[in-house]
C-alpha cells in the first residue's frame, strides 16, 4: 500500500481540518500508520489572535487541541521540531530526536516572521520579539502589561505597516487606551486613507524613523520559509515557498504534498492567508484519500484574490471592520465585524464540537481505562498472590539485591513495564525507562544496564521496525544520559486486532540493573528514624491527569507541563546524594527511601512505615507513625479541578485501602494536619484522592534527618510534607 506511514509535518490549520474530517468520519481516513508532527500541542487560530489582544477573546478559546484532535482521529502524535527532510531516505529530521521514517508526507508548517532587517536579527529578546510564533508573541504582550496607568509605560512599537501590523495596532489600542503606540512603516509606504484616518484617530503614530532601542517592538514585517526548506532541495520560489502542482503534490516528488502558507501552486501565485489554508484542506484530504487507494488526484483550482476583514475594537464603541478584495479597501462598517465575529466562532467551534461529544458521553459511562502505571494489578491480588508463592523471595525494597561484584559493588535489580501511556512511541520508551530506573534510584544506586521486552501490534514489517526502532531509542537516550546501556532484550507480535492509532498498542517493559558503591550508599525502604523529615522530588496527580486526557478532557498545557516534569531524569538528585555521603562519611543522609508509583503516596508511604516498624517490633522499640502536611504536598496544575469533574485514575479504587492507616492502627498509623483541615472539608477530600493517585513517573520520596533534610530543600527540587513521630 503507497501509504503505509503518512506523516503530517505541521499542525497547521489545513492539517488541522484534515484530522477534523477523519475524527469525524473514520471511513474516510486513509489505511496505515499516520502521524502528526508539531512542535507544540496547539495551534492557535490565527483569524481571531488580534481579538485576543484586544481583549475580545481568551487564548485558551482559540487553541486548536492538536493532541486531542489526532486521538480522536486515531493518529499518532508528536510534539517535536521539524529541522529537515532527508528526501532520498524518506525521514523527517526532528530537533534532539531520531527522524521519522515516511512513505507519504504532507507539510502544513506555516512560515516564520520576516527578519530581514540587520538591526532586526541582532534584537534584544526581551525588548524585540517577532508576530510569530503567535505563542511567543503573546507572551511578550502580556508582560507588557505592567502599568495600571498606561500613560506611564513606555511607548511601544510595531514595525511593519501591512494589513498584520495595522490590524495589531488597532487590537493594541483597545487594550492600552492611553499608552503610546508607534507603527513604523517603510519609507514611501502607502496606507489606505480610511485606514490612515482611523489610525490617526485613535492615536497610533505613524513613524519612519527607527525608534529608540529602549522602546519595546513587535515586528510584523511578513513571512518567510523556515531555512530548512530552503537547505532541503525541494523546489522553491523566490519567497522560499514550495511549488506543488495542482494536486498540491510537490513537483517532481509525488510522496510529498505542501500546503498553507509554506507551499505555493506553480504559476497560480497567492499570498499567505488563511483563507486558503482553511479551503486547501478539503481538497488535500480528499487526495491522500485517493492516493491511499492508488487512485487518481484531483485538481484543485483556488480562486485567485481572498477577502480579508480588519477589525477595530473600540474602548466604549461597538466593534467595526474593514474589508479588502484584491487591494480595494472599504468600511469600517458595524455588520462586517459582526460578520468577522461570526466566521471565527463558526470555524473554531468545529474543534470543541469533539470535546462537547466526550465530555456527553463521560457523563453517561464509565471512563476509559488508564495506561501506564495506572494499569497494573491492584495491591490486594498482588499480595495476595506473592504470600501463596514460595518459589521465589521478594524483597520489601524497590529493587532485589541480586549479588556482590568482585569490586565490592552491590548489583541490583528492578523490572517494570506498561501499556503505552503517549501515541509518540519515542517520548513513551523514555518514560517507561525513566520509571524503570526510579526503583534504582530509590535504592540511592545507579543503572548501568537494561534489557526490554516489547509487544508490538501487527502491522507489516517495516511499520513494526518503525515503531520499535522509536521506542528502544527513547529508551537508550534515557539510559545514556545517566551513563547506561541498553544491552539486549525481546519482541512479541500481538495476536489481536490492532487498535488506531497503532503506537498505543505498543505495550513494553523494561529489566533494569544498577550497582551500588558500599553498603551505606544503600538507601532501605525502611529505617525511618524519629524526628525525620519527610521529603518529595516532584508533584503528585499524574493518574488524575492521564485519566482526564484519556477521557479528551485536559487542557493542553496542563497536560504539556505533566508531560516536561515526567520526561526529566532523577538520577541527577541521587548522585548529588551520594556526593554528600563521600564528602560526610561519617553521617548517614538518607535513612529511608522509596519511589511512589502505582499504589499513591498513602500507599508506598505505607510500605516504608511498616518496613520500619517491623524492625522496631524486633527489637522491642516503640512504633513510630508519619505526620503529613496536606498543605505542603505539591500537586500538578488543574488535578483539583479534574478531581471536582469526577475524574481519577482506574487503580484509583483499589488504593482505598490504605486510607485506613489514617488514624490507623499503632504499627501502622498516619495522622493528616493541615491549615485548613477543619474548615474546608472540600480540600481534606481532595488530598485524599491524592494521596492514593497512581504516579507514572513520579517522585522520589526519602526519609531524613532535619540537617540533612534543609541542604536537600535548599539544592532542590526537595519539598517537606512531613515528618516521623
Not at 484532535?69 to 523527517?92: Q, R, W, Y
Not at 493528616?672 to 492514593?692: A, H, P, Q, R
Amino acid at each position: 500500500m503507497f501509504t503505509d506511514h503518512l506523516v503530517l509535518a505541521g499542525g497547521g490549520h489545513t492539517h488541522a481540518l484534515v484530522l477534523l474530517r477523519w475524527a469525524m468520519n473514520p471511513k474516510l481516513k486513509p489505511a496505515g500508520m499516520i502521524t502528526l508532527v508539531n512542535k507544540e500541542s496547539t495551534t492557535i487560530y490565527s483569524g481571531m489572535f488580534p481579538g485576543v489582544l484586544a481583549g475580545k477573546y481568551k487564548i485558551d478559546k482559540i487553541l486548536i487541541d492538536l493532541r486531542t484532535i489526532a486521538s480522536k482521529a486515531g493518529v499518532s502524535f508528536v510534539m517535536a521540531e521539524i529541522e529537515g527532510i532527508d528526501l532520498k531516505k524518506k525521514k523527517l529530521l526532528l530537533v534532539g530526536r531520531p527522524e521519522i521514517e515516511y512513505s507519504l508526507l504532507s507539510l502544513n508548517i506555516g512560515t516564520k516572521t520576516n527578519l530581514n532587517s540587520r538591526s532586526l536579527i541582532r534584537r534584544d529578546k526581551d525588548l524585540v520579539v517577532p508576530i510569530k510564533p503567535f505563542s511567543e508573541s503573546y507572551k511578550f504582550i502580556v508582560a507588557q502589561d505592567i502599568h495600571k496607568d498606561d500613560s506611564l509605560a513606555k511607548p511601544f512599537v510595531i514595525i511593519g505597516g501591512g494589513f498584520a501590523g495595522i490590524e495589531i495596532a488597532f487590537s493594541l489600542r483597545k487594550r492600552w487606551p492611553k499608552r503610546s503606540i508607534l507603527l513604523k512603516v517603510k519609507s514611501g509606504r502607502k496606507i489606505n486613507k480610511n485606514l490612515l484616518r482611523y489610525l490617526k484617530d485613535l492615536n497610533i503614530e505613524i513613524t519612519q524613523k527607527n525608534p529608540s532601542i529602549s522602546y519595546p517592538r513587535l515586528i510584523c514585517t511578513g513571512n518567510k520559509s523556515y531555512d530548512w526548506i530552503k537547505d532541503s532541495g525541494l523546489p522553491i520560489d523566490k519567497n522560499g515557498r514550495v511549488l506543488t502542482k495542482k494536486t498540491l503534490q510537490v513537483l517532481n516528488y509525488p510522496e510529498l504534498f505542501a500546503v498553507g502558507d509554506c507551499g505555493v501552486i506553480k504559476h497560480h501565485f497567492r499570498p499567505s492567508s488563511g483563507v486558503w489554508a482553511v479551503r486547501s484542506a478539503k481538497p488535500l484530504a480528499k487526495n491522500l484519500e485517493l492516493i491511499s487507494k492508488g487512485l487518481k488526484l484531483e485538481e484543485w483550482k483556488p480562486q485567485r484574490k481572498a477577502i480579508q476583514l480588519l477589525d477595530i475594537n473600540f474602548a466604549n464603541k461597538e466593534s467595526k471592520a474593514f474589508i479588502s478584495w484584491g487591494g480595494v479597501v472599504m468600511g469600517p462598517y458595524n455588520f462586517l465585524s459582526r460578520l468577522k465575529e461570526l466566521i471565527d466562532k463558526k470555524f473554531i467551534s468545529k474543534f470543541y464540537l469533539i470535546k462537547k461529544i466526550d465530555s456527553e458521553m463521560f457523563s453517561g459511562t464509565e471512563m476509559i481505562k488508564c495506561r501506564g502505571c495506572a494499569a497494573k494489578l491492584a495491591f490486594i491480588p498482588l499480595k495476595s498472590a506473592l504470600n501463596k508463592l514460595d518459589l521465589i523471595e521478594t524483597s520489601t525494597d524497590d529493587s532485589i539485591n541480586i549479588g556482590i561484584l568482585k569490586s565490592s559493588k552491590t548489583l541490583i535489580q528492578s523490572v517494570d513495564g506498561f501499556p503505552s501511556l503517549v501515541s509518540d512511541p519515542w517520548l513513551n520508551g523514555r518514560l517507561l525507562a525513566f520509571h524503570s530506573c526510579s526503583d534504582i534510584w530509590a535504592c540511592g544506586g545507579s543503572v548501568i544496564s537494561a534489557q526490554s521486552v516489547v509487544k508490538l501490534p501487527s502491522l507489516q514489517n517495516h511499520l513494526q521496525q518503525e515503531l520499535l526502532f522509536q521506542l528502544l531509542e527513547g529508551i537508550n537516550s534515557a539510559l545514556t544520559i545517566q551513563g547506561a546501556k541498553l544491552i539486549g532484550g525481546h519482541t512479541l507480535e500481538s495476536r489481536k486486532i490492532s487498535e488506531e492509532p497503532f503506537s498505543l498498542d505498543i505495550e513494553s517493559s523494561l529489566m533494569v540493573n544498577g550497582i551500588i558503591d558500599e553498603k551505606k550508599y544503600f538507601w532501605s525502604k525502611g529505617g525511618m528514624e524519629k524526628g525525620d523529615q519527610i521529603l518529595i522530588s516532584r508533584p503528585l496527580g499524574t493518574g488524575i491527569i492521564f485519566a482526564a486526557f484519556m477521557n479528551g478532557q485536559i487542557k493542553p498545557h496542563l497536560l504539556d507541563l505533566v508531560l516536561k516534569e515526567m520526561n526529566r531524569s532523577q538520577h541527577y538528585i541521587v548522585n548529588y546524594i551520594n556526593q554528600l555521603t563521600n564528602i560526610n562519611l561519617h553521617s548517614k543522609i538518607i535513612n529511608a527511601c522509596t519511589d511512589i508509583t502505582g499504589f499513591g503516596l498513602l500507599g508506598h508511604l505505607s510500605e516504608m512505615l511498616e518496613s520500619t516498624n517491623n524492625d522496631k517490633l524486633k527489637k522491642n522499640l516503640e512504633p513510630l507513625k508519619i505526620i503529613l502536611e496536606l498543605d505542603n504536598i505539591p500537586v500538578y496544575d488543574g488535578v483539583k479541578e479534574l478531581i471536582d469533574q469526577g475524574f481519577e485514575s482506574s487503580l484509583a479504587p483499589s488504593n482505598e485501602i490504605f486510607l485506613k492507616n489514617i488514624d490507623g492502627d499503632k504499627n501502622l498509623r498516619f495522622d493528616l494536619v493541615s491549615n485548613n483541615f477543619f474548615s474546608n472539608e472540600s480540600f481534606y477530600n481532595k488530598m485524599l484522592k491524592i494521596l492514593i493517585d497512581p504516579q507514572t513517573c513520579g517522585p522520589l520520596v526519602v526519609s531524613c534527618s532535619p540537617i540533612h533534610a534543609q541542604k536537600l530543600i535548599v539544592k532542590g527540587p526537595w519539598i517537606k510534607i512531613g515528618f516521623v513521630s
